[in-house]
């Protein structure tokens, strides 16, 4: 068989980095990791392609070579997704849908064939044997668990990994906490399940033998969820991988902010190769933080944590929500504060939404608080249900974060905070290539000479040639600043647009003011 295996288009959004990889000739930020695993599932007797809509067109003859169109998607490429399918079934070709969109939401994009849910390593090979013995069924999921330890290795070469900002790898899946908005439990459950050891650097190997060489992510949702095999096994394996690859990799990943207590561990992923780390914080608030049940977050000083953090030798990226029940008028200001303070160069903050599925939509459920399904994107200014705060207090306070921590001005001094108390002792050393050159002087052009604030990137660049080995993050991070300012003039857009059509604010949200205000 000939089997097209298509990821759909991811709009521009805050972890798109769009504007930033333009600056190094990329075209997308992660290769679609999901289904290069799916497509080295399938019998070596089948031809396989893949088209990243992010990377490559999809032409009408790439789908009429097919005779079935694996597709599998996040939420954010829902409009993508449905555009593919109705192409396909106009030119009549079966299609397989799995994944987040279409585990979460199966009922949200009709037409396709058949839906492969849940995890592939087990609905996967239902559905192959079936298809085989021609009694393929509509729907194949399950609510049982992988065993991951039998996960293949992606199938790197359907893609050309030079277009990519970086790779992507996975560890495990689950996650022991259970925050009320969050719906990785839902997927994945809240046992850690982790692949081998040997999975790990078997896959490291592979990406090295197709020469990839810089930053490579562990997607995992909360990487350090079994920590003892960790610090016992995997970490201690990789560190001595990358010293006899002379350390071609530099690694991120998401974990919770309790690994600031565990400083063997800590110690262990800065020697590995681990330089950065996203963190959900979430809110400056104990309060919230309690109503949302994310319990590790609750009575720390984060603004000490992250510097520690930061002084092991990691760069701290941070997640923020507004729109808790708990947040008053003054949550704005603190939440400028602490980032600021803390030196968290690239801090998404978003408007809080319930995900279909989560305690949190269950709960504003039996309140009769909810709207409409939320739209995928962090920042789009979106918000399904009626919170308490008044909602253009909420919007209000909300763009007032994003102009303040966004300008020149307030993301320059984030960036010096961060360097400041940043140790370089185990960041990898990379040759600079031309493709970094030419980003520098792009970043001196778009930021230093067209840009509103150039200033303040020009008092940051000349303080980082005091310490050479600041130079570099300084490029990066002020790359990615420019980025986030493109994100910022869509918002302000879309704020334009609310404004003007009072009616339709807040997908669909009730715009009585009264019962906006309600409590």
Known sequence: MNILLINPEVPNTFWSLKSALKFVSKKALLPPLGLLTVAAMLPKSFEKKLIDMNVTALHDNDIRWADYVFISAMYIQKDSAREVIKRCNKLKIKVVAGGPLFTSFPDLIQGADHYVLSEAEITLPQFLNDINN????????????????????????LVDIKKYGMMGLQYSRGCPF??????????????????TTRQIIEELESLYKYKWRGDVFFVDDNFIGKRQRLKKELLPAII?????????????????????????????????GFDGVFIGLESPNDSSLA??????NIGRNIVEDIKKIQRFGMQVQAGFILGFDNDKPNVFDKLINLIQDSGIVTAMVGLLNAPPGTKL???????????????????????????KMNIYELRGGYMKVLNTIYSQKYFCKRIKTFLKNYNFNYK?????????VKAFFKSIWRIGMVE??????????????GDLRRLPLVVRYSIFGFHFRKILKSIHTRMEDFSANPVNECNNISNDHKLLTKD
């Open 178 to 195: 259970d925050c009320d908005f969050c719906d990785v439990t839902q997927l994945f459950g809240h046992k850690v399940r982790t692949k």
């Open 361 to 387: 939509y269950q709960k504003l459920k039996n309140e009769n608080r909810l709207a409409d399904t939320p739209t995928g994107d962090n920042m789009d200014c979106s918000i399904n249900f009626i919170p």
């Open 240 to 272: 001595e991988w990358m010293q006899k690859r002379k350390r071609p990799f530099s690694f991120s990943t998401q974990t919770s902010i309790d690994l600031v207590d565990d400083e063997e561990l800590m110690t262990l992923m800065t020697k590995a």
């Open 134 to 157: 021609n009694c393929a069924k509509h729907i194949y999921k399950t609510d049982l668990k992988a065993d991951i330890t039998t996960s293949p290795l992606p199938l790197w070469q």
């Open 428 to 436: 990898t050393k990379y040759k600079l290539g031309m493709r970094d």
């Open 452 to 465: 509103k604030g150039k200033m303040h990137y020009w008092l940051l660049l000349m303080w980082s040639f």
């Open 291 to 296: 109503e949302c049940n994310k319990t590790q």
